[in-house]
């Protein structure tokens, strides 16, 4: 279905915002909405709202006292919200030729149908999940990198054995969430019914490196894992070792035990 927004405007402004790990949107799949999936709704007096299950909104055509309100209206509905939202901006414009073109920040569209603010805002909210992963990952890394130089020096500080844990469990929860919940580089399901919109998607998703932003993500994550997983291989390693020194002490006292009371066996 096509459907016109913005009344009449040939340049509109479009927000994407991560505003949590997830949006419970059954309240709004109840009431009027323009199209689903992804959920559209209408937002402000000309605008609509581009809603993801995982936790991303996009807005188009709103004001800033809008979006304020819009936001506000969504608080109850965000499960376990971001202090600091990732947010990316963009333009839309409208231009007659039937080709696309993405520069600094400009989206040009033939038309502002609902199919195409769609694949715009599937882009938009897979690139500030990501930008929140690469944020994420690259504090991950921070804290990795100690653990690594201290290789380099020993391998028998069990300091970091939680520590490690901790940081092994947020690495397999990323990747479970941008790979699971976001389906980062799986195509929408809206191009089965508008495979003529499959352009448009496509160099969307190479202005906004989504598919090489993810590979770039993952070799990271993977790097932080077998970091983390080498280090508490090597403390559950030195904890054995310590173990069968203990057994072996302990054999020895009772060996000694035992002679010294046979000594004292032969003297009475």
């Not at 998607?201 to 990271?220: D, F, N, P, Q, T």
Request: charge should be negative.
């Amino acid at each position: 279905m096509q459907k016109q927004l913005f009344n009449g405007k040939k340049t509109v402004q479009g927000r994407a915002i991560f505003l949590g790990e997830r949006l419970d949107l059954k309240a709004l799949e109840k009431t009027d909405y323009l199209a689903t999936p992804p959920l559209v709704v209408p937002a402000g007096e000309q605008g609509c709202a581009v809603l993801f299950p995982y936790g991303a909104t996009v807005l188009f055509g709103l004001s800033p006292v809008e979006e304020a309100s819009f936001l506000t209206y969504l608080q109850p509905l965000v499960v376990d919200p971001f202090a600091s939202p990732e947010t990316e901006d963009v333009i839309l414009r409208l231009e007659d030729t039937e080709g696309v073109r993405v520069e600094n920040g400009i989206i040009w569209l033939h038309n502002f149908s609902i199919e195409c603010l769609q694949i715009v805002a599937d882009v938009l909210a897979k690139s500030v999940v990501l930008a929140h992963y690469e944020e994420g990952t690259g504090k991950i890394f921070d804290q990795i990198e100690p653990f690594a130089d201290s290789l380099q020096r020993t391998t028998k500080d069990e300091r970091w054995g939680k520590e490690l844990l901790r940081q092994l469990g947020r690495t397999l929860s990323i990747q479970h969430k941008i790979v699971g919940r976001v389906e980062i580089i799986d195509k929408p399901d809206l191009l089965w019914d508008a495979p003529d919109l499959e352009r448009l998607y496509s160099r969307l998703e190479k202005e906004y490196e989504i598919g090489e932003r993810h590979m770039v993500l993952e070799r990271k994550l993977d790097l932080i894992s077998s970091t983390a997983e080498t280090v508490l291989d090597l403390l559950q390693h030195n904890t054995g070792l310590r173990v069968e020194w203990y057994v072996v002490i302990l054999i020895v006292v009772e060996i000694l035990l035992s002679v010294y009371d046979v000594f004292l066996q032969m003297r009475a």
